[in-house]
């Protein structure tokens, strides 16, 4: 299996990418987040912006508008959704160890 950047993602990281599936700004994506996790995760803008950079950087996600308007609208590329798919397989397999036991066997 290839090894990517960023795997395993933090729980940060993946609520960004879920947001991103739509097209969403920095405070679209907070609020999306909030939301999504019932309250339960805010995400600060510095710690936002540092995540947007990373994923951005290795090819996650991507800017959709232009580099000059004041919000910057990201959106998850194939390799970004390539990248949850990934990490739902993980999570799956650990679900089901919690529901089996380590008899478990795939």
Do not use: F, W
């Not at 920095?26 to 999504?36: A, E, F, H, S």
């Not at 339960?40 to 947007?52: D, K, M, R």
Request: one cysteine or more; aromatic letters at 8%; hydrophobic letters at 35%.
């Amino acid at each position: 299996m290839k090894r990517y950047k960023l795997l395993p993602l933090s729980e940060t990281m993946h609520y960004i990418l879920l947001a991103v599936r739509q097209p969403l700004h920095g405070y679209g994506i907070m609020q999306l987040v909030k939301t999504m996790s019932k309250d339960e995760v805010n995400i600060a803008a510095g710690t936002l912006y540092g995540a947007i950079e990373n994923l951005k950087k290795n090819g996650y996600i991507e800017l959709i508008s232009d580099s000059n308007d004041r919000k910057k609208c990201y959106q998850i590329t194939s390799l970004g959704e390539e990248i949850l798919k990934i990490e739902n397989e993980r999570l799956q397999h650990i679900i089901k160890l919690y529901e089996y036991g380590c008899e478990y066997d795939e």
